[in-house]
């Protein structure tokens, strides 16, 4: 299923609109059709959200369906091979 992220102030808590460029993969690209069901993204606070697609013009606009908070829950382990100082240096720097 393909996903979208939405800007936070186009969510609410029934519905959601979008209304930037997104629009041309969902109407042109992916072909959605009315009563089809996405998932969406808030652009912020990494909620999930099940949408169901009710208008497709110039503007998307649905009902959510469901939304789920999933917080993750691993870490990040980054192995580098030295290479010259001034690389390497940056590379720390942008690391910490």
Excluded: P, W
Excluded at 12 to 26: G, L, R, S
Excluded at 63 to 81: Q, W
């Amino acid at each position: 299923m393909t996903h979208f992220y939405v800007k936070l102030e186009n969510i609410e808590k029934t519905t959601f609109a979008i209304t930037d460029k997104q629009i041309h993969y969902i109407r042109n690209v992916h072909r959605f059709k009315l009563n089809d069901e996405i998932t969406i993204f808030d652009e912020v606070g990494g909620n999930s959200y099940q949408a169901k697609i009710n208008h497709i013009k110039n503007i998307v606009k649905g009902n959510i369906l469901s939304s789920s908070h999933k917080i993750s829950d691993f870490t990040v382990k980054l192995y580098i091979s030295i290479s010259k100082t001034n690389r390497f240096k940056c590379l720390i720097e942008k690391c910490v």
